[in-house]
Structure formats: structure tokens, C-alpha cells
């Protein structure tokens, strides 16, 4: 009485990083002096260091010349050199020619009308005969080489990265674009780990840790000063004194999306973690690296949120330019952590030194935003409290305009064989609704916890994607979401019988969420098929 | 801080619906020369107008093609405004009045007044009851509807059950087998939410502001419960009336739409085999 | 009841398929869907509400080391929908949660299709059930006389009624009358879909325009047809082409008026394009409405001022103005009524006062044609004998005189006194010999005309007035008439080339004899009747003549004929002849004082005595009656008609044809416009103005 498919349920480790590595390989690999440093008792039995990094690490060859990562990309991994050197190119960085860069996979109009025929009336159908050990890697290694790199990069001074240097480890964690562009100046093994591995290998051993730490402020802090607007023009001694005397600061929790769901909204501002608070004096320049922090002022008995910040944006810079420029002046506002924010905070001696001197118009006050009427502030406190600040891409609906036809739905569905990927209901405010449709968040709490990798961001744009292929339907990524946008689905086969785990007979299910009709030419589908303009992505 | 994105509609339409006036006016001052001249423009008319009407059916098809890149629909959609206006005036051009003769010539024009008449008063309908749905304040997706209504209907069970469970009184139960039942059995008052008249909501808190008077503290936050269910079913009423007649509408203007395009074709065969 | 704020999560909120056409039934009635949903076609796919599994597992039995193999069926039932059942399947492994099947209900979008298709349908159905008027699928047939009677009968062919006349002529053929694609057959209809065919060809399968109904094929083209105006304007060969459906559309219902003409439409051929008749109609003719040459010669300013007013004619004047003569009305033209209505009263003795003499009796130059023509009458001749023996006497004493003088020179005293007394006996002979032929014949007046008659001269091809030259004809000529009555005149007449019959209708014989032999007796015919004005053919003293018997008499007007026939020819007499017949005041009848007679280099020597009576303006039809009722009583026809001041010419009088000037001025279009204006009467071009020339029905059709 079988009416369903048996599948075998994907485990964990069902797709290595790479399926190519042998034992033989892996007893190589743990001689290299950083890994042989790894403690292998302190991981526990579930996930063995020589499964990590037996699955989720893969040796690499490059050719000197060749670019290991590209600067603005996402990754995932961190790369380790074991043998060879390697350049990190930055200030200036390499152009996009030289970098070999090519879009992704234009967006096909053949794939957008093979979707007309592809459409089924059975939800969820996948051609299972693609599941099998098909080894999924979000990009094969494409050598792409950096032409004339002697020349190119001869003649300057670039930090060299040699054996047992790690690189990349900030960007696979911190699901931030890489700040630089790496290049082998000579013929380099490396081991790239993904950052599942890498994600474990912190966890569990204190070394690489504390190395990955110091990397961060080694490295990529420079980056993110140089990208900063306010040093513009800075030296790079400038720069560097500021990046030596720059302090770190975490506030909330990088696992934010969980206790969110649990807290009731009212309650939420009163678990904000204060990062400065409205009248004490100012201690530096605060800069967001990560995150988002809320900026409120005491508005009776309670706080009124002014404005909110991302990444990039700083704080307290008007109070500590009206110090410079005489007379000691308090925070004007208080800023707290939404959630979760890496901070960096300045001196203000570094300041004063650099960076006043060469301002000729005091800047702009957040108190500007106190003029704006009292009730006005319903829209923006709801995306605050809700925090759908995070979204790059949110579907938000106007329902004065919205006829609720399901349009944008059919236009999904149209785009994914049949199937949508979001549903027409969400919070709404006053007027304004932001529907379950992922919001390709710039915090993307999602991405936490995948044990296979599936759920990525793209190499350019950053939208986040599941890879079909190689979720194991787990309902991490559904469950972390703190806006209820992924949905696991129950997948069948070509015939319509639902695909069942052979060894358990339960429905095998993969996440599925809003790709930004990734592959289709034109863009969302959901907001070119509105025919009254109610639905729009944005960007909060 | 929210992005919005420039809304160029508008003036697309504007142009559109200015092309469009040009057009019928160049036509009609052709069809008056030619008819001036002993010859007749109806041929040419007619094809326009054709085109046009098939111009107008092409939305409902590019409304499954979303997979494509064909042009944002809120384009299309005022495309096909200013084309169903222009139309209209074509069909005034060809006809060379409103009405027709003869019997299969008069259903014509009536599913064309009816199609077109439709097409504008579901144009500004849509353009009125979004609001009317916002305002309502609770939100709900129309296929959900029943099984919101079957939930409230177990709540309002459970509720009448609890508060004769905690009260050992009758009233509760009675209350709603003799009132509520019906109430909660399918969607209540739908003219009246249509309208946006108040009748459902009086009708609410009349009966409760009387049973209210008939039950005692113990009961009372089984009424509550009882309450809030019904307030709730009002606002879902009120969407499914809306919804549906949202939904009504276009249901009638496309296959309106579709009779009279099989009967344009009709018409199309007729003129070739008899006029020309 | 707060709002549940897990609505929207992801575990119990699962994706909406509007896309779909159908949609579980247990979900749309109360939302609990059963986890497999409906097929494709719409069938319930539900029922149970999972498969169970097998599960197998290796039990060893740790005493004897035996395995066994346990197998469970277990229930498989996703979390969404409740998790495993408490039940469990059955032990064959079949489901224990069976429900009945749901009735999957269409989505909105397949719901929508369904109605648009069905009435897709309906209008399909509708179209071919009610499909031709003329027998088609299903519809009215024709009753027992072939009559298709399509009224009240919805028709999904027919564009509307046709305007009454058409469906009564076209009831029997139906469609096919006028529209060649029609058919029964669906071959032929895609047939006619590709065809070309113009409707106007069939119009002229009814209607002509002036082509002869004899040899008029309906099928064959009339090129006249589709000409403008259809006719053939010579000097306009580039006049364009009409077609009937151009101005006339059919299928607008009974009462519907299938000619409409705007003015606009005129213009489109009409290379002369003006705004409206008050703004800048071309002008009138110059000579309008007198174009045509006259007929009749009426001086109107004569008649109205002088002659009607006159106290010896007042009462024979007409009483009612200008239509008391003008009553006939003539493809908008009033013309006078006949002459009996409005001339005869006054001009009608005039006409049969006015006689011709045939022919006269003239005086003869040889005394013995005249002996013959008297023998011939039958006359007795007593004065022969005296004559004779006065003769004979004569004859006797000739030559006893001869004797007497020859005598006398020879002194013979006894043969002269012989001579003498045979001579005084021959003188008493001769003297009762005359004295006996005075008694008989008194010559002291001969009893005849001068001359020959002018017609007598012309038939006889012989000089009037020389009696040398025409005795002999006009002896032998009166010889004959005296035995034989009007032969003679009658060979003349054939001689010269006239119908003698007509020419000499009620001439007796009898009176010609009777005539000719008075003459010949050299006494003067005596009538026994005075002949009266109109008597027709008389004889009186030394004539034949003729008095017209009335207007327009036949035998006067033969003789006209005759001369004008005969006028300008070399024959002798004949210039006298047609002078004579022509003449206005000497004339027989009278006739050219007021008809017109041709002009001498005319090429057709023929009278027009009627007004004609053809159109001389086709395209344009005015009527005269709706103007003469509004007029003012004073004025009258004069508002519009106005006649020349007495001495007045008109300008161009010169280029009129015929011999007379108009004594009307033409009508100025500033009349017409005093009322034909903006604000005032219709001044459409349709009003005045014709399209069809010579519109006739085919005779098959009748």
C-alpha cells in the first residue's frame, strides 16, 4: 500500500563540502600544525572534529595569481592557508574587471517561460531524481585569475598572509560581505571550511577564538573605518591610529531572533540593552558596525523613539563636536541595542585629534527628529518594535489600495512551478501591512543554524536563498525566523504521491521561502503583478 | 527611512488616455469624410475598435504570465482603463450612435454597455472599498474565512458551554440556540456590510446588551468570551461581504467580457460574408 | 477573544493556492484540510488521512539468539493535521481514519473560467440557434407561398428590419435578394468570408435607370447604374463611380428612412463646392428658367395689359390669374393647359376664318382647251353652230370678194355687180350668223382669275402668273378635274412627294367637277351654302379652298408640313408655297401667329407645335405648388416671375434660341433665398435636387 515516494532523510553531513576528500587526505590535512593544535576532545561525540572537518572542509589548490575571495561577496567559509602566500588587497581595492567578476546567472527569459509548463496543480513537486549524492557547493572553485597580478600588485605594500593564517572567518560569520579581496602570490594549498565547520570549531576550541577575535580587529576593522564616510580622507597612519584605539562592543545577543519571539512587544523596549544612555557624557563616538540600535529620548514618563540606526551609522557625534568645539555637552538621546549591535566606539581624544579639526559644520542633531508631531510616530515604532529596521527587501502592502484579489500570489506561484512563497497576511499598521514574505534581512538570523548550508546569500545582490538541493527540512531556519516568512512544505514526487523517508515513512519536507524570483528577468514577480501599485518591496 | 517607490502611473495614464482622445477624435473626423464622400470608415472602425477590445482581453492574460517580464501590471491595468474608455468612444464612432438594430446587434451593444459600464463601476469600486476593508480593522484572507468562522463558532460554543458549566444556569445555552447558532452558522447581514451600514452591529449589541442583563457575575466572562467572538464574526462578515463582492465584480465584467467578444467575432464573420 | 498572534506562524499557517483549481472541501467549509488535497481533475484525494508504514525491526532474543523480525504498521499522519491518530492503522495496514470523500470546491479563478466559457457557449448556442431569417438551423421557414415573414422573429444574422419596400419584395428570396455570400451551407459562408462582392450589384438586379426594359439583363452590370447621376455626362469622363450602398443603408428598420442626403455628401463630387444654398449656390442660369426654345409666341404684356382689360374681351379674360392658362404642371414646370382651355375663346375664329385657296380657275391663253374643258363638263355648245356658219359664211364670200376685186380691176362691170350681190348676200349671212352667236355666247367678259393659286403653281411646277407658261398644264390639269374630279390634284400632290390622302381628306370629288365646269361655263361657282369660317374644304366663285376646321386642324397641318418639306427646295413654286403656308396673318389657319415656325436654315423643316413636355432639367425638381400657396395674393406668380418693362430687352436676348425674346426676366436667386436662408425654410441640396436620372423598376420584378 505504498502511495507515497521513499526517500532516504538527509542527514547533516549527506553532502560534504567536498565529497572528493578521501581518509588519506584528512590524515594530511590534521598535520598541519593549526589543526594538529585543535583539541579534538573538547567536540563532543555528535559532531567529531574529524567530521567537521572530514565534511565540512575542503582542500584547495590555487595558482599564484588566482583570487581566492573577492571583496563585496558573501561567503560562507573561512579560508586557511596551509601552504603558499596569499595578498589582501585593500586601499584601493581591485575593480571589478580585474576581480574577473561576472554577474550571476543573468536572469533567464527561457526559464521564465519554461515556468509556464512547468506549473502543476499538485503543490510542492520536486524531481526527486535530483536528490542524490550530488555534491552541493554554492559555487564550484572557478579559478579566476587576477591578470598582470605582479604588476598589479607589485610595488605595494599589502599585508601578506602566509601558512596558518586564517582569513575570511568574519565575513562566514557575521554574514557580512567580505571586506577585501584575497590573491595568491604564489601557489597556495588552502583549506577552506564552511562555516558550519567554522561555526563548531570557535565553539568548541579556545584558540581559534581568540585568534578569530584578534583577526577582526587586525583586519577588518580598517575596512570598516576606511568605508566609514566621516574618515574620509583620512591618512592611513590616520587611520590606523584610530584603528588601533577603537574598542569593541557586543550588546544583545547574536541569537537575538529567539528571545524576541519570546518577548511580548510591550515589554520589548524594557530588554533593549542601554548602549548610552540621555544625559551622561558622551565616551567616544559610537559606530554601528552591526545590528541596529534605537535612538529615544525621555518623553514624559516613557522613552519616544527618534530614529533607529544600522550599520554605518554613528552616534553622538554632534554632542561630542559642541564639546570640541567648547563646553562640555550631554548625550542628547539614548541609544539602545535592537536586538543585537556590534558596536565601536572612538575616543574622543582620536577624535579631536583627526576628525574635528577638519569639520567646518556642526553636524546634524538627532533632536531634529523630536519636531515631528507625537502621533505621527505609530509607523515607525511599529517597524522598530517589530523589527522589520532589519529587512532589505519587506513586502509591504498598502491596504487602501490592495483589492485583495491575490494577484501578487498567483504571480509567485507563477514563478516557482506552481508554488508560492509567501502568504497574503501579516502585522498590520494603520494602513500599512508587511505581509509573510522574507525580507532578505540584513541581519539575516535565518542563515544561524543550518546544519547543510542551504540557506545562503547569494554571491552579489545578498538576497537570501534556500538551496532545494540540500535542505534536510529541519525547521531550524523556519523556527529561528522571528517573522514566520519560511515555511517548511511536504514535498511529492512527479506523480503527485508525497515523498516519504523510507527508513521512517515520515513526509519529507524542505524549507521553502521568497527568493526574489532569483532567475527570473524583471525582479519580483509580486510587485510587477499588483495591478493597483498596494504592494511593494522596500527597504526600511 | 521607508523607501517608497515613485508612483509614474498616473501620468502614463494620463498620456495614454490623451493619445486615446486624439485618436477617436482623428477617427471620427475621418469617418465623417468618408462618409461625406459616398463611402463608409466602418471597416475601419471596426477592426480598431476590435483591436481594442482584444488589446483589453490581453490583461487577463498577462495576469497568468507574471513569470515574464511584460510590464508592471498597475501599467496594464491603466492601459487598460484608457483603452476600455477609448473603447467606448470607438464604438460610439462606429456605430454612429448607442444603440443598434436588429436582435443579435442589440445583445452586442448591450454586453458591450454592460461590460463597459461594469468595467467603470468596478474601477471606482476598487478604488472605494479598500478602505471600507482597512477601516473594518481586523484583517483576513477570504479563503480562510470559513474555517475563522468555524473556529469562532466552536469558541462560541465552548463559551456558552463554559458559562453554563460555571453557573449551573441555562441562559447562556439558551441564548445561543436561540439567537447566536444561526448567527455563527455562515456569513450574517451581507447587504448590510456591503453597504457599510451600521444594522449587524446594532444587532450585536442589542442582544447582548440585553442578555447582559440576564446573567450574573459568574457567567459573565463567559459572555465576554461569547462577545468577542460575535465582534470578531462582524468583522469577518464584513470582509466576506466585501471580498466577495469585490471578487463578484470582476467575475461578472470578465464573463461579460467573454460574450461579448465571441459575439464580436460573430459579428466579424457576419460583416465578411454580407457587407463586404 | 484577543487575536491570536500565532496566526501567522509558519507551522500553522501554510501557503494559500489561489493558483490551483480546486481546493480541498473539508478546508473551504471549515478549515481542516485534509494533508493530500484534490486532483487535478477535482476528486477528492483525502479519504484517509495517511499511509501507514511498515516499520520493520530485528529483535534478537538475547537467551536463544533467535531474530526475529517485528513489523508494525504505523500511523504516518503529519503534525499540521494532528499527528499520529490514536488509533492506529489496521492491522492490514490500511488507514482506520477514513472519512467521506469531500467535495472539492473550484478555486475563484476556475469558478470565473467556468462561467466565462458557459457563456462563451451561450452566446455560440445563441448565435447559431437563431441563425438566418431565411431558413437557417433554427428558424422560421417559408409558408406554403414561399413568403419568409421575418418579422418578430429574432434573428442572429440579420442586422435589423429592412425598410418596408424592400421586405415586401424581398420577403420570397429572402437574404439572397440583395447579399450573394448568404447561404445555407457553412462551405458556402467560408466561402463568402474571403469573397469580395459589393451589394450595389444586386440593387440593379430591380432597379434600372433608363436602360430599355426589353433587353435588360438583370445579372449584367449597368454601367449607367454606377454612373454618377447615373448617366454619362460626356465632358465629365472623370466623373467618379457611385455605388448604391454608398448613400443608401439598408437593415435600419420598417419606417426608416434609406436615402438621407446631407449636403456635405454632394460635395464630394461636385467639383463646385459651396456651404449652403443662402451662402454661395452657384448662380442660376442666365436665361433661367426660359433656357429652352419657345414654341408658342405669347406676348404675356399684351395679353395682360391691353387685351384682357380690353371691354370687348373682358369677358372671355381668364379669371384666375396666371393659373387660369397655366395649369399643367410638368416635372416642375407650369405650363398651359391646352388651347381649348385658355386661347380658343378668343383666337378661335381667327383660325377658321383663315382659309388657303387650293387651287383657282385661271384665265387660259388657248380658247380650245377651254371648248374641251367644257365638253367635258357636259355642257351644250349652241354657240357652235353660229359660230361656225359666221365662219362658213366668211369662208364663202372670201373669194367672191376675190372675184369682186379681180373684177373690179378688169372693168368687168357684170362680174362686179355679180360679186357684189354674192357679197351682200354673204354679209346678210354673216350678219344673222353673228347675230345668232351674240345671242350665245356673250364674250364681253371671260370669268377666271389672273393667275394660278400658288399651291396650284407649285403642284403643277409651272409659273403663277404667266398664262403662256401654265395654260397647258393648267388646261389639262382643269380638263381632267372637270371629268374626274380631284385626281388630277392628287397625282400632282403624289407627284410631289405629299401624302395626298392626308392632304385632300374630305375633299368630294363632286365639288371639284362642279367647280371646274362653272369656269368652264365662265360663270362662278355658285355653293349652295355660303361657306362659314371652319367649313373645311369649299368652293366659292372661282376657288377650292380650304378653312381650317379648328386649332390644330390635320389637313392644315399637312399642308404645312408639305411646304415646309418642300421649303428652300429649286422647285418652281415652292419658295411661294412654303411662304404662303408660313405666313402669320395669310397663313391658312392662321397658325404662325403664334406658333414658331423653324428657321429657314434649320435642319429639321419640322414644327414643334406642343410645349414639350420633356424634363429639361432632370436633377432638379421644383414644385411649384407648395410656393403658390404661401404667396402673397397681390403679387401671385409675379413674386418670382416678373415680367420685362414694355421696350425692355434682356441683355443677352440674342443667344436665346428661337425667334422671340422672353418677355420675362429670369429668376433671380435672391427670391429663392428670402426664404431659403439659415432660420428660415430647409435649404438642402436634396430638396431641389435630384440623384437619379430616369428611376424605373425592372419589369421582372412586377
Redesign the interface.
Known amino acids: 500500500m505504498d502511495l507515497a515516494t521513499r526517500l532516504a532523510r538527509p542527514q547533516r553531513w549527506d553532502r560534504p563540502f567536498d565529497p572528493g576528500m578521501t581518509a588519506a587526505d584528512l590524515e594530511q590535512l590534521k598535520l598541519d600544525p593549526v589543526v594538529a593544535a585543535i583539541d579534538a576532545d573538547a567536540f563532543p561525540g555528535t559532531i567529531p572534529l574529524d567530521g567537521i572537518l572530514a565534511n565540512d572542509s575542503r582542500i584547495i589548490h590555487y595558482k599564484a595569481g588566482e583570487i581566492v575571495v573577492r571583496e563585496g561577496d558573501y561567503g560562507n567559509s573561512a579560508f586557511l592557508i596551509m601552504s603558499g602566500a596569499c595578498d589582501v588587497v585593500v586601499n584601493p581595492p581591485l575593480t571589478d574587471a580585474q576581480l574577473g567578476r561576472q554577474t550571476e546567472a543573468p536572469a533567464s527569459i527561457g526559464r521564465a517561460i519554461s515556468q509556464l509548463w512547468k506549473r502543476t496543480v499538485v503543490p510542492e513537486v520536486r524531481d526527486v531524481s535530483r536528490y542524490g549524492n550530488i555534491a552541493v557547493t554554492e559555487t564550484d572553485h572557478q579559478a579566476v585569475f587576477l591578470q598582470d597580478y605582479g604588476v598589479v600588485l607589485g610595488g605595494r605594500s599589502l599585508p601578506r598572509l602566509g601558512a596558518q593564517q586564517m582569513f575570511g572567518e568574519l565575513a562566514a560569520l557575521g554574514r557580512t560581505p567580505r571586506a577585501a579581496s584575497v590573491v595568491c602570490v604564489e601557489d597556495a594549498e588552502v583549506l577552506e571550511i564552511r562555516w558550519q565547520g567554522l561555526r563548531e570549531l570557535r565553539r568548541f576550541d579556545a584558540g581559534w577564538r581568540r585568534q578569530i577575535d584578534t583577526n577582526y580587529r587586525a583586519n577588518a576593522l580598517i575596512s570598516h573605518l576606511q568605508d566609514t564616510p566621516l574618515f574620509d580622507g583620512l591618512s592611513d597612519d590616520a587611520l590606523q591610529s584610530i584603528a588601533d584605539a577603537t574598542l569593541f562592543e557586543t550588546y544583545g545577543s547574536f541569537d537575538w531572533s529567539s528571545s524576541f519571539q519570546r518577548a511580548e512587544s510591550d515589554a520589548r523596549l524594557g530588554t533593549e540593552p542601554v548602549i548610552a544612555r540621555e544625559g551622561e557624557y558622551p565616551d567616544g563616538l559610537l559606530l554601528i558596525r552591526a545590528g541596529f540600535g534605537r535612538v529615544s529620548v525621555r518623553q514624559g514618563a516613557a522613552e519616544r523613539t527618534l530614529t533607529y540606526l544600522s550599520a554605518g551609522d554613528h552616534f553622538g557625534l554632534s554632542e561630542l563636536y559642541a564639546g570640541f568645539k567648547g563646553g562640555g555637552s550631554p548625550m542628547e538621546a539614548t541609544l539602545r541595542a535592537v536586538g543585537y549591535a556590534d558596536a565601536l566606539r572612538v575616543p574622543t581624544k582620536v577624535l579631536e585629534e583627526h576628525v574635528f579639526p577638519r569639520m567646518n559644520k556642526a553636524p546634524d542633531s538627532f533632536l531634529q527628529f523630536a519636531a515631528r508631531p507625537l502621533a505621527d510616530d505609530s509607523l515607525q515604532e511599529w517597524a522598530i518594535e517589530e523589527r522589520f529596521i532589519n529587512g532589505t527587501m519587506a513586502m509591504l502592502i498598502d491596504l487602501d489600495k490592495c483589492v485583495r484579489c491575490d494577484d501578487c500570489v498567483r504571480a509567485c506561484a507563477s514563478t516557482h512551478g506552481g508554488n508560492p512563497r509567501f502568504v497574503r497576511h501579516g502585522k498590520i499598521n494603520d494602513h500599512w501591512m508587511v505581509a509573510n514574505a522574507c525580507m532578505h534581512c540584513s541581519d539575516p538570523v535565518c542563515m544561524i543554524g543550518c546544519p547543510t548550508g542551504a540557506i545562503h546569500r547569494t554571491q552579489a545582490g545578498g538576497s537570501v536563498v534556500i538551496n532545494d538541493d540540500s535542505c534536510i527540512g529541519c525547521g531550524t531556519c523556519a523556527n529561528s525566523c522571528p517573522y514566520n516568512n519560511i515555511r517548511l512544505v511536504e514535498i511529492r514526487d512527479l506523480s503527485g504521491a508525497p515523498v516519504q523517508d523510507e527508513a521512517t515513512g515520515q513526509p519529507i519536507r524542505k524549507a521553502t521561502k521568497c527568493d526574489l524570483c532569483a532567475g527570473i528577468p524583471g525582479g519580483p514577480a509580486c510587485e510587477r503583478a499588483c495591478p493597483h501599485g498596494a504592494l511593494q518591496r522596500v527597504d526600511f | 527611512m521607508i523607501v517608497r517607490t515613485v508612483n509614474s502611473v498616473r501620468p502614463f495614464g494620463y498620456t495614454l488616455a490623451a493619445i486615446g482622445a486624439a485618436v477617436i477624435a482623428g477617427l471620427a473626423y475621418y469617418s465623417h469624410q468618408e462618409h461625406l464622400k459616398l463611402s463608409d470608415a466602418t471597416f475601419v472602425t471596426g477592426w480598431v475598435l476590435l483591436t481594442a477590445m482584444v488589446s483589453l482581453a490581453l490583461f487577463n492574460i498577462r495576469k497568468r504570465l507574471s513569470m515574464m517580464p511584460m510590464g508592471r501590471a498597475a501599467y496594464w491595468l491603466a492601459l487598460h482603463v484608457v483603452v476600455g474608455l477609448f473603447a467606448v468612444g470607438m464604438f460610439i464612432v462606429h456605430t454612429g450612435g448607442i444603440w443598434a438594430t436588429g436582435f443579435y446587434e442589440q445583445v452586442m451593444a448591450g454586453l458591450f454597455w454592460a461590460t463597459a459600464l461594469s468595467g467603470v463601476f468596478g474601477w471606482l469600486y476598487q478604488r472605494a472599498m479598500p478602505r471600507r476593508l482597512t477601516r473594518i480593522g481586523y484583517e483576513v484572507v477570504y479563503e480562510r474565512i470559513p474555517a475563522e468562522i468555524a473556529a469562532l463558532r466552536e469558541e462560541a460554543e465552548e463559551a456558552a458551554l463554559e458559562g453554563v458549566g460555571a453557573s449551573g444556569e441555562p441562559t447562556l445555552g439558551r441564548f445561543y440556540s436561540e439567537t447566536m447558532q444561526d448567527f455563527f452558522r455562515r456569513p450574517r447581514f451581507m447587504i448590510s456590510h456591503l453597504l457599510g451600514a451600521g444594522a449587524a452591529q446594532q444587532w450585536v449589541d442589542l442582544r447582548f446588551r440585553t442578555v447582559r442583563g440576564l446573567v450574573g457575575a459568574q457567567e459573565e466572562p463567559a459572555l465576554a468570551r461569547l462577545e468577542a467572538a460575535a465582534r470578531r464574526k462582524l468583522s469577518i462578515d464584513a470582509h466576506y461581504a466585501i471580498q466577495r463582492s469585490l471578487k463578484l465584480w470582476v467575475a461578472v465584467h470578465v464573463v461579460l467580457s467573454a460574450a461579448m467578444l465571441t459575439l464580436a467575432v460573430w459579428h466579424l464573420i457576419l460583416v465578411h460574408v454580407y457587407a463586404r | 477573544?484577543?487575536?491570536d498572534k500565532n496566526?501567522?506562524?509558519?507551522?500553522r499557517?501554510?501557503?494559500?493556492?489561489?493558483?490551483?483549481?480546486?481546493?480541498c472541501g473539508r478546508?473551504?467549509?471549515?478549515?481542516?484540510p485534509c494533508?493530500?488535497?484534490p486532483?487535478?481533475g477535482g476528486d477528492c484525494q483525502g479519504i484517509s488521512d495517511c499511509?501507514?508504514?511498515?516499520?520493520r525491526k530485528i529483535v534478537t532474543n538475547a537467551e536463544t539468539g533467535e531474530e526475529t523480525e517485528i513489523q508494525r504498521w504505523?500511523c504516518?499522519r503529519?503534525q499540521h493535521a494532528g499527528g499520529p491518530c490514536a488509533e492506529g492503522p489496521r492491522p492490514d495496514?490500511?488507514c482506520s481514519c477514513i472519512h467521506p470523500p469531500c467535495a472539492p470546491k473550484p478555486?475563484?479563478?476556475r469558478?470565473?473560467g467556468r462561467?466565462?466559457?458557459?457563456?462563451?457557449a451561450?452566446?455560440?448556442a445563441?448565435?447559431l440557434a437563431?441563425v438566418g431569417a431565411a431558413g437557417g438551423i433554427i428558424g422560421p421557414k417559408p409558408d406554403a407561398d414561399g413568403i419568409l415573414s421575418h418579422v418578430g422573429w429574432?434573428?442572429?444574422?440579420?442586422?435589423?428590419?429592412l425598410s418596408g419596400k424592400h421586405e415586401q419584395f424581398t420577403a420570397k428570396d429572402g437574404?439572397i435578394s440583395c447579399?450573394v455570400?448568404?447561404s445555407d451551407t457553412l462551405t458556402g459562408?467560408a466561402g463568402?468570408?474571403?469573397e469580395?462582392?459589393t451589394?450595389s450589384e444586386s440593387c440593379v438586379s430591380c432597379h434600372s435607370f433608363g436602360e430599355k426594359q426589353a433587353d435588360a439583363d438583370p445579372k449584367a452590370q449597368s454601367p449607367m447604374a454606377f454612373a454618377a447621376h447615373n448617366t454619362k455626362f460626356p465632358n465629365r469622363t472623370d466623373a467618379p463611380t457611385?455605388?448604391c450602398t454608398?448613400?443608401h443603408t439598408e437593415?435600419?428598420?420598417v419606417d426608416a428612412s434609406i436615402t438621407p442626403m446631407?449636403d456635405?455628401?454632394c460635395?464630394?463630387?461636385h467639383t463646385t463646392k459651396f456651404d449652403s444654398f443662402s451662402k454661395s449656390h452657384p448662380a442660376f442660369g442666365a436665361n433661367f428658367p426660359h433656357e429652352s426654345a419657345r414654341t408658342i409666341k405669347f406676348p404675356h404684356g399684351k395679353h395682360l395689359e391691353t387685351h384682357f382689360v380690353d371691354q370687348r374681351y373682358i369677358d372671355k379674360a381668364p379669371k384666375n390669374g396666371c393659373v387660369s392658362c397655366h395649369t399643367d404642371q410638368v416635372d416642375g414646370r407650369l405650363l398651359p393647359g391646352s388651347f381649348e382651355n385658355g386661347c380658343a375663346a378668343c383666337h378661335e375664329l381667327a383660325i377658321k376664318e383663315q382659309g388657303m385657296v387650293v387651287f383657282g380657275l385661271p384665265e387660259l391663253s388657248d380658247p380650245e382647251l377651254t371648248a374641251e374643258a367644257r365638253d367635258s363638263c357636259g355642257f351644250p355648245v349652241p354657240q357652235l353652230e353660229p359660230a361656225r356658219a359666221t365662219l362658213e359664211a366668211l369662208a364663202e364670200a372670201l373669194p367672191t370678194m376675190q372675184a369682186l376685186g379681180e373684177n373690179a380691176e378688169s372693168g368687168n362691170l357684170n362680174g362686179v355687180m355679180t360679186a357684189v350681190e354674192a357679197l351682200g348676200e354673204a354679209q346678210a349671212a354673216i350678219a344673222e350668223a353673228q347675230d345668232e352667236l351674240a345671242e350665245a355666247v356673250d364674250m364681253s367678259e371671260a370669268v377666271s382669275l389672273d393667275s394660278l393659286s400658288p399651291i396650284a403653281a407649285f403642284l403643277l411646277a409651272v409659273p403663277a402668273d404667266d398664262a403662256d407658261e401654265y395654260s397647258e398644264a393648267a388646261a389639262a390639269f382643269l380638263i381632267a378635274a372637270a371629268a374626274e374630279g380631284q385626281a388630277p390634284l392628287a397625282e400632282a400632290i403624289d407627284a410631289k412627294g405629299g401624302d395626298a390622302t392626308a392632304l385632300l381628306a374630305g375633299l368630294s370629288p363632286e365639288l371639284v367637277t362642279e367647280v371646274t365646269c362653272a369656269w368652264a361655263a365662265n360663270t362662278e361657282y355658285e355653293p349652295k351654302q355660303d361657306p362659314e369660317p371652319g367649313a373645311g374644304w369649299t368652293a366659292q366663285e372661282l376657288q377650292v379652298s380650304y378653312l381650317p376646321t379648328g386649332h390644330a386642324d390635320a389637313v392644315t397641318k399637312e399642308w404645312i408640313a408639305l411646304g415646309l418639306a418642300n421649303r428652300g427646295s429649286d422647285d418652281e413654286g415652292a419658295e411661294a408655297f412654303a411662304d404662303l403656308v408660313l405666313s402669320a396673318g395669310d397663313g391658312p389657319g392662321r397658325c404662325f401667329k403664334c406658333h414658331v415656325a423653324p428657321a429657314a436654315d434649320a435642319e429639321k423643316q419640322v414644327v414643334q407645335w406642343a410645349i414639350p413636355r420633356v424634363d429639361v432639367r432632370p436633377f432638379t425638381a421644383f414644385n411649384h405648388d407648395p410656393h403658390l400657396n404661401v404667396l402673397d395674393q397681390g403679387a401671385g406668380c409675379a413674386t418670382c416671375h416678373r415680367q420685362l418693362e414694355p421696350g425692355a430687352t434682356l441683355a443677352d436676348g440674342q443667344s436665346r434660341p428661337g425667334p422671340h425674346a422672353n418677355d420675362f426676366k429670369p429668376i433671380d436667386q435672391a427670391t429663392c433665398k428670402d426664404c431659403h436662408r439659415p432660420g428660415g425654410v430647409r435649404q438642402d441640396c436634396a430638396l431641389c435636387h435630384r440623384y437619379h436620372s430616369n428611376p424605373s423598376i425592372r419589369k421582372r420584378t412586377m
Not at chain 3, 13 to 23: A, D, H, L
Not at chain 3, 51 to 55: A, H, M, N, Q
Not at chain 3, 115 to 120: C, E, K, N, P
Open positions: 477573544m484577543t487575536e496566526r501567522f506562524a509558519h507551522d499557517s501554510p501557503y494559500e493556492r489561489p493558483n490551483f483549481p480546486f481546493r478546508e473551504a467549509a471549515f478549515g481542516k494533508p493530500r488535497g486532483s487535478a499511509t501507514p508504514f511498515r516499520t504505523e504516518r503529519p495496514g490500511t478555486t475563484i479563478r469558478q470565473r462561467w466565462a466559457m458557459l457563456a462563451v451561450a452566446m455560440v445563441m448565435a437563431f429574432p434573428s442572429s444574422v440579420n442586422p435589423g428590419p437574404c447579399h455570400g448568404h459562408w463568402a468570408l474571403f469580395r462582392t451589394i457611385a455605388t454608398g448613400c437593415h435600419k428598420g446631407e456635405g455628401q460635395s464630394a463630387c
